[in-house]
């Protein structure tokens, strides 16, 4: 029975995990978990799942759920998170937050000796090769569930990693991809929640229509499969069925092709090595490429830029734009504004070559106050 610690349990991705464990009880022990600040929704999860740990969002909130769950033992805010992946029982830990916050519990669990399923991709954008050198350190194994990076991995299994010319990654191409630059400066919060393909939470549907999360996507492939910028293509795929690809040295194309299914790559991690069977259906249909436009999408063509620069820009590219996503989805700015903040705050941030995980967490947070603090009340 595989030990599991889930991080962001009340998000999308956080329940398509619970769902996954809750059908299979004789393989899977849910050890830990992290709620979030709807209270409904936090007492939904814990009736169906009893962990031994729970972390709650506020401080405010532990005497309610004290009283009315006496068997778990409850922490709360980014403390309550490395508690949870410091548990001394070994296992893996699923991180399925949103934005910065799974980094430090991340480093946390790695330490412990814990697997990391990742669903968080700011984890290696901030933190890219500090993370993957603790995970050979401690020997411990970092499991996509990205759909993309899931299907690449698929893809390289059995493979040489010297053999691969280059992976491609696809994109549906968002909320937005059938619209003008000029456009964009009327459309609301509600379109850009619209994606055509994927049901996912606020950030990354609004990431996905910038392109910015699949610039994130870049740089995490670049740490989780040691390749060069320039083995790294992305493309724009509509159906969203073709996740991704791998170009091998003798012309062949190995391709990972399923359903836009979360609940798809999250069993994958899970069950890795082996496969569990999911009553899923898979019609062929036509499948389209085209390729991207960075001048169409320039936060894609940043996140090369930062990428290949490494060092702190990655996280002071992640913390603005996490920053300017919030204030976009609160109405504080328009759309165009996240490129336009993202932009300035790269440009004119100093480079660390070699940051500590102090310095990254320190500039994330000054990052995003800074932000907020110019934009939130223009």
Known sequence: MTSVYLLGAAGSIGRQTIEIISQQPAAFKMVGLS???????????????????????????????????????????????????????????????????????????????????????????????????LANQHGVRLLPIDSEHSAIWQTLAGETITDVAKIIITASGGAFRDMTREQLKTVTIQDALNHPNWSMGAKITVDSATMMNKGLEIIEAHHLFGLDYDQIDTVLHRESIVHGMTVFKDGTVKASLSQPDMRIPIAYALHHPRRHHQERTFDLVNLSFEPLDLKRYPLLALAYQVGRQDGILPTVMNGANEAAVKLFLEGSISFPDIETIVFETVNHHDQIADPTLDQIIDTDRLVQADIRRKYEKR
């Open 35 to 133: 709620l979030g600040s709807d209270d409904q929704a936090n007492h939904e999860i814990l009736t169906a799942i009893k962990p031994i740990i729970a972390c709650l969002r506020h401080e405010h909130q532990l005497d309610e759920y004290v009283r009315r769950y006496p068997g778990i033992r409850f922490v709360h805010g980014g403390q309550g998170l490395v508690t949870i992946a410091r548990h001394p029982e070994k296992g893996i830990l699923v991180n399925a937050l949103s934005g910065s916050a799974g980094l430090r519990p991340t480093v946390a669990a790695i330490e412990t000796g814990k697997d990391i399923a990742l669903a968080n991709k700011e984890t290696l954008v901030m933190a890219g090769s500090l993370v993957t050198r």
